[in-house]
């Protein structure tokens, strides 16, 4: 089965609002096997122009697009759509370890 992972670059606009939207992302990306590997932190620019404020990358969703349209994402994604811009990717392939 492939390995999917979740990208998402993220420059928060309203701090107060994105606030509500973490707890509900995390319980979200939890109930289908998720786990963050990077959220926040430090980023240093490597190749191109700088980069967004925020990245997240999410680990072990089995089901990535199901997570990402599921309802209990959707209203989490409402605020985070309302307090941010930015980019989302679901990225998939094969783990090269194996």
Do not use: C, W
């Amino acid at each position: 089965m492939p390995k999917g992972y979740f990208f998402a670059e993220i420059e928060i606009t309203d701090p107060e609002i994105y606030r509500h939207y973490m707890p509900l992302a995390e319980a979200a990306v939890a109930a289908y096997g998720g786990r963050s590997i990077v959220r926040g932190g430090d980023m240093r620019v490597l190749e191109g122009n700088r980069p967004v404020r925020r990245a997240v990358i999410l680990d072990s969703l089995q089901q990535a697009e199901a997570f990402y349209r599921s309802p209990q994402y959707q209203e989490a994604l409402a605020l985070r759509l309302q307090s941010s811009t930015g980019h989302a990717y679901l990225l998939t392939g094969n783990n090269t370890s194996e």
